[in-house]
């Protein structure tokens, strides 16, 4: 079995492939003050009580956006599994064309979410992925990454609403029934959730103005569902495209 691990800013979300099944998935949060002996026992009783064995893990590989905890997390894996993880970064095979002014800064959250939508899909392609940050990914006709846009996620917006104006509370994601609200929270929740659509709609039509064609639109990242479900453009929600980048990424640097 293989175990994938996508650690971002907020939240570490870990998939346990057998073969090319996605057999369960677990959330936790990215906290830097964790060691390796915690990390190792979090992911050990995690795997367990999702009812993996995991003493049948015979790889790992991990995305990380979140360098201060890399190494702490990749030393938790080796004790609990005796496998030293791959590290998607320099020297890791990809298959994927970089076509950007320093591919050395790429995100590999960004490089296995565009491996995993060539692998699904005919470019030219646009990635959304929302965590901490929204981030979108242009792949070209050729299936070349020609680079894409970073903004503010969802939940950082709001936060940074909440923490500016002092009338404006603290409030959860939730999608009202109507886009003009009738109160404070409704009015934010509207801003936040069909704010956030209508943008990604906007920037669709701007980049395939740029690209002269029109692409397919593939959504990931924890409230990508809600935001799709509100977009105007026809968009694959895809709750899993990380994980399966890092299967496949695995599996290019594994088998002959």
Known sequence: MLLALDMGNTNILAGVYDGEELVCTARVHTAHWRTADEWAVLLRDILSMRGVDVSGIDGVILSSVAWPVTDALRNGIKLFSGIDPFVVGPGLKTGLHIAIDNPAQLGSDMVCNAVAALAAAKPPLIIFDMGTATTMSVLDQTGKFIGGAILPGLVTSLEALSAKAAQL????????????????????RSGAVYGTASMLDGLIERTEEELGAKCAVLATGGLSERIANKMRRKVTHAPALLLEGLRLIYRKNTVA
């Open 169 to 188: 509370p603290k409030i959860s994601v939730e999608t009202p029934d109507r886009v003009i609200g009738r109160n404070t929270v409704d009015c934010m």
